[in-house]
């Protein structure tokens, strides 16, 4: 099973800062089988980036997906208000792993 | 375009069914995946069914309890875990991964 890493925890930024978050596997995931979903309070995940790199269906292009093999980022170019939430990072190579997230608060 | 049924209180010991119908798309096209997330935690995949035939991939941890199982006649995909305990308490998600869709939610309270 892999298992992955996220890294910050907490990421504290003021809005319209650049957010980069970290998602390291402990293997390679297969095909860039990497995903990233923004889950606010009492609310269901929202998928944002799929294939490591391919944006959602409307997802703003200031959210951007990258890496392969064990190191995946997702980066955020200027913060909106909005975007204040945690971010969990998903393989879905079989089995499937959730890392366990980083929270992006305001400092 | 997934709805799944109400929330569920259990004893420990007893098990739980959970219904995920699709619609709006086409059922056999995409698998459907189940994920947990205990209350104040992360999320945790539990496993998948592939609605076309019916194929199964559980989470090592759950694999002994866990059995889903599809019903192409109704676009529905079940998933029962047995020998509840209290960690099991949490929110219950079916989603299809590379769509965003997402079930409502289903809570189960696993108390004596």
């Known amino acids: 099973e892999i298992v992955l890493t996220q890294s910050p925890g907490t990421l504290s930024l003021s809005p319209g800062e650049r957010a980069t978050l970290s998602c390291r596997a402990s293997?390679?995931?297969?095909?860039?089988?990497l995903a990233w979903y923004q889950q606010k309070p009492g609310q269901t995940p929202r998928l944002l980036i799929y294939?490591?790199?391919t944006r959602a269906t409307g997802i703003p292009d200031r959210f951007s997906g990258s890496g392969s093999g064990t190191d995946f980022t997702l980066t955020i170019s200027r913060l909106e208000p909005e975007d204040f939430a945690v971010y969990y990072c998903?393989?879905?190579?079989?089995?499937?792993?959730f890392g366990p997230g980083t929270k992006v608060d305001i400092k | 375009h997934l709805v799944q049924s109400g929330a569920e209180v259990k004893k420990p010991g007893a098990s739980v069914k959970i219904s995920c119908e699709a619609s709006?798309?086409?059922?056999?096209?995409?698998?459907i995946h189940w994920v947990r997330q205990a209350p104040g935690q992360g999320l945790e995949w539990m496993g998948r069914?592939?609605?076309?035939?019916?194929?199964?991939y559980y989470a090592p941890k759950v694999q002994d309890r866990l059995t889903m199982a599809r019903d192409t006649s109704t676009s529905t995909v079940y998933m029962e875990l047995s020998s509840l305990r209290s960690e099991d308490t949490a929110i219950y998600f079916c989603?299809?991964?590379?769509?965003?869709?997402w079930g409502q939610g289903t809570l189960v309270t696993v108390s004596a």
């Open positions: 989603l299809v991964l590379t769509q965003g869709y």
């Open positions: 709006g798309y086409t059922f056999s096209k995409y698998f």
């Open positions: 069914v592939d609605p076309g035939n019916g194929n199964t």
């Open positions: 293997q390679s995931v297969s095909s860039s089988y």
């Open positions: 294939g490591a790199s």
């Open positions: 998903l393989q879905y190579d079989t089995p499937s792993t």
